[in-house]
């Protein structure tokens, strides 16, 4: 494996949810703020545009809305994926140390 993070892995629904929630987390980490989930549709925003019509380089208006709508979906599936996954975790780990 010589790359973390490739042009084909970005071009899947997976890749993408996964740099979401990677670059939000991070974000949320030195930046934070009350509502996280905003830092989710920005990076969707990039992530999802930049691998499916910049680098591709289709800008037809089909493309950008579909992208557009994809960029809904992939925010959506990086916040669900923190909310289930995640912070459940959190907070055992928390209750287990403070109770």
Avoid: H
């Amino acid at each position: 494996m010589d790359n973390f993070i490739s042009s084909e892995l970005l071009a899947s629904f997976v890749g993408c949810v996964a740099a979401v929630t990677a670059v939000t987390q991070v974000l949320k980490y030195f930046i934070p703020i009350k509502d996280p989930k905003w830092y989710s549709l920005g990076a969707a925003i990039v992530i999802v545009l930049l691998a499916n019509v910049i680098i591709p380089g289709d800008f037809s208006l089909v493309n950008i809305i579909v992208s557009l709508i994809n960029v809904l979906i992939v925010a959506g599936a990086a916040v669900g994926l923190f909310e289930y996954t995640v912070k459940p975790v959190e907070r055992a780990i928390k209750n287990k140390t403070n109770p």
